[in-house]
């Protein structure tokens, strides 16, 4: 088991300067925030298993950039059909996170199904070319570095523990805010490309 | 009017990408879309991932477009509400309305749905219009200006025979 804010954290370290960091509602977001709070960063504060299919758009139409999806097993339980669709459609650049704490956390700490669910199984049906089950943080680093690569989509399930941060704050900015800078970052990098 | 008409009309405005969930009411239209090379269609697999897929053109300056039929209306109302509308994302839903006229027209599992489609975007204050055989310049010109000075989704609305 991994604490999952340690996990965000060595994540957000490989993370490079350009890359897009999408996280999904609650603590993970609020977490993301906390450890590095990035331009390039998406902090989808509401919608519920949405993240991964925005993710999926913003891999298809810019596939220059390198775009982290972070999301919980809560998340990608409810938008499981976006896992085939994810291996379908095969953005190269998509690097899949899911942490996986067996739990609702960020509405205290519900039991979710993914002890009786193996994702990375579902991961490895549904198509995807490269799936690590990660519960250290060596093994984490490792596979984090396999996503360096440009042969994605990527996914890793991050066998995470309950370890609430304590005095963790909230995304501080306006949700146009968050879209207006993230927007500047997605649109610097294309066009560089031009 | 014909499927190609639409497409170009759509495409002459800026709108190459869509993702969608297939509805009767387009007909050919579905086919002509997919097996065009200047539009870029990913089919999802509900249509709140296909609304998820499609508002990521909005980062990168292009125009995208959902295609679903109206019963798939309540799977977009929390990521309209919670992202398009809260982040003030646009897309253009293109909505197959089925149901229309209520009783005895379509199959029984629309009638409800068609009655209230068109109130759902108005409870939801989302600007939307409805697709006749002889507005669709001036109508796709007014939704779009709608979704733009507000950046905001908006929905047209098309019953089954407008586009063949």
Redesign the interface.
């Known amino acids: 088991m991994i604490d999952r804010y340690q996990a965000i954290q060595q994540i957000l370290k490989r993370v490079k300067p350009d890359d897009l960091v999408l996280s999904t509602t609650g603590m993970i977001s609020r977490e993301v925030f906390t450890a590095d709070d990035r331009t390039a960063n998406f902090y989808m504060i509401g919608s519920m298993g949405l993240l991964s299919s925005f993710g999926l758009g913003l891999a298809l139409l810019s596939p220059e950039q390198k775009v982290y999806v972070l999301e919980g097993d809560g998340s990608a339980l409810m938008s499981l059909g976006t896992l085939p669709l994810i291996a379908t459609e095969h953005p190269a650049n998509l690097v899949h996170i899911i942490l996986d704490n067996e739990a609702y956390e960020s509405t205290g700490a519900q039991p979710s199904i993914s002890s009786n669910v193996e994702l990375a199984d579902l991961g490895r049906a549904a198509g995807y070319p490269h799936v690590t089950r990660v519960d250290d943080i060596e093994a984490l680093e490792g596979a984090i570095s396999e996503c360096q690569g440009d042969s994605g989509p990527y996914l890793v399930v991050v066998k995470s523990g309950i370890a609430p941060v304590e005095g963790i704050g909230r995304v501080s900015h306006s949700p146009t805010e968050i879209r207006d800078r993230f927007k500047s970052s997605v649109l610097k990098e294309n066009e560089a490309q031009c | 009017m014909d499927a190609q008409t639409f497409w170009e009309a759509l495409k002459g405005r800026g709108f190459t990408?869509f993702?969608g969930v297939p509805d009767s009411t387009f007909g050919s239209a579905y086919k002509t879309m997919m097996t065009d090379p200047d539009i870029?269609y990913?089919?999802?697999?509900?249509e709140?991932?296909?609304?998820?897929?499609?508002?990521?053109?909005?980062?990168?300056?292009?125009r995208?477009g959902v295609i679903m039929q109206n019963s798939g209306v309540g799977n977009v109302v929390?990521?309209l509400?919670?992202?398009s509308l809260?982040?003030?994302?646009p897309v253009l839903l293109i909505v197959g309305w089925r149901g229309y006229g209520g009783p005895p027209n379509d199959a029984p599992e629309h009638w409800i749905m068609g009655a209230k489609s068109p109130e759902f975007f108005d409870l939801l204050e989302m600007p939307h219009e409805t697709l006749e055989p002889d507005n669709l310049e001036s109508a796709l010109d007014r939704l779009i200006a709608a979704m733009d000075e507000g950046s905001t989704p908006g929905a047209l609305l098309v019953r089954a025979g407008v586009i063949e």
């Open positions: 990408f993702a870029r990913v089919p999802a697999v509900r709140d991932v296909a609304l998820g897929v499609a508002s990521a053109a909005y980062f990168t300056g292009r995208a929390n990521p509400t919670s992202f809260m982040y003030k994302i």
